[in-house]
């Protein structure tokens, strides 16, 4: 008698973990096929394409412009970073690296995310824009990383491709706790106080990383805790990030750059014949930034127009019209970090 093996819970866990991760990529399709149906079912085009709509093409040239300089600035800073923590690469290949960061994350299909990519692109990089050691860097570019075992230069890169994302986020963050300042009463009567309490949760977040740097024993400590993850590098960029005074420039720039992108949907609304109020792009679009953390579409597609739509009608704005300024910035965005082809292509 033969008997067959016995299936565990743990080996039908496994199997459902795989192939939800092979077909997540689908879904994720799916769902942003879904959301945009969603957010544009309720669209006469017929009506709307009669109406005479006025498109201004020359706010669409603005908008590509804002964004690439969004682009170019966040480029610029992690450049600055990486360069900071001892890494060779000149400030315009970093920028390049960014460009064709954004674009894999633009939905490119990858083994990598674009984060990634451009963490292990730019631990290779040397001076004059060389790649070294390029078998290495085509082994870590087709697998996954385990961090686990990866090279203290490859662990200090993907630490400041990190603090670039915090920096990132408290930006988009304080902007959306300004937004919510001006106009949160037209959402909620505690709207205003949410506001308050976003701006003031982050001020204390830079207080106490401040406070950390510059206080002898919890900066040993710190110190300590990035040589036992093999990142004693890491310091002079978590320094130029959240270090008295520098926290405040970079929070600035940080503000400085999710306002470009605000523009950005401003300048395409505006092709439209459309008109929003400052302060509700400045609630919505860093509420979609939050809501893009979830890896429920591709590159925002159909959730941010099922947002913005949604949020746009507290002011009166047309959800005809929001809808196509945002399907218009999602084009713009593509468009933008497009240069970075060039950089994917060489890689080839």
Same mark, same amino acid.
């Given at each position: ?12 866990t ?38 005479g ?6 706010w ?5 412009l ?17 360069r900071?923590?001892g890494? &060779? ?20 299909p ?7 990519? =451009? !963490? ?12 070294? &050691? ?5 082994? &870590?570019?087709?697998?996954?990383v ?18 670039? =994302? ?12 300004i ?13 205003v ?34 040589? =036992?993850?093999n ?22 720039? !940080? ?7 605000i ?11 459309a ?49 196509l ?5 999602? !084009? ?7 240069p ?9």
């Open positions: 008698m033969t008997s067959s093996p016995i299936p565990t819970p743990h080996g039908n496994s199997r459902w973990k795989s192939a939800l991760k092979r077909s997540w990529p689908s879904i994720r399709i799916l769902l942003s096929i879904a959301l945009l149906w969603k957010a544009s079912s309720g669209i006469d085009w017929h009506a709307l394409l009669s109406s709509l006025d498109i201004k093409p020359l669409f040239v603005a908008a590509f804002t964004m690439t300089l969004a682009f170019i600035c966040g480029g610029l800073r992690w450049g600055l970073f990486m900071s923590v890494f &060779q690469g000149s400030l315009g290949n970093y920028i390049a690296l960014y460009f064709a960061g954004g674009l894999i994350n633009q939905g490119l990858s083994t990598i995310g674009g984060d990634s990519y =451009r !963490a292990i692109t730019g631990s290779h990089l040397e001076g004059g824009g060389k790649l070294v &050691q390029k078998k290495e860097l085509d082994e &870590q570019l087709h697998h996954a385990d961090m686990e075992h990866a090279t203290p230069t490859l662990r200090l890169s993907f630490s400041m491709v990190l603090v670039d =994302r915090l920096l990132g986020l408290a930006g988009n963050n304080l902007l959306g706790g937004g919510l300042v001006l106009g949160g009463a037209v959402l909620a009567s505690w709207g106080y949410l506001g308050y309490a976003v701006i003031g949760v982050m001020l204390l977040c830079g207080l106490v990383a401040a406070v950390v740097l510059a206080y002898t024993p919890s900066r040993t400590l710190l110190e300590k805790l990035l040589r =036992r993850f990142l004693d590098r890491a310091l002079p960029g978590i320094e130029l990030a959240f270090a008295w005074p520098k926290n405040a420039i970079q929070g600035i720039f !940080a503000i400085g750059i999710h306002g470009l992108t523009l950005t949907l401003g300048f395409c609304l505006k092709a439209y014949g008109q929003a109020p400052i302060e509700a792009l400045m609630i919505g679009l860093p509420a979609l930034s939050l809501l893009l953390m979830l890896p429920i579409s591709i590159s925002g597609w159909g959730l941010r127009e099922a947002t913005l739509s949604s949020v746009l009608t507290l002011w009166g704005v047309s959800p005809s019209l929001t809808v300024a945002s399907i218009s910035y999602g !084009a713009i965005t593509v468009l933008s970090v497009l970075g082809a060039i950089l994917l292509l060489k890689r080839k």
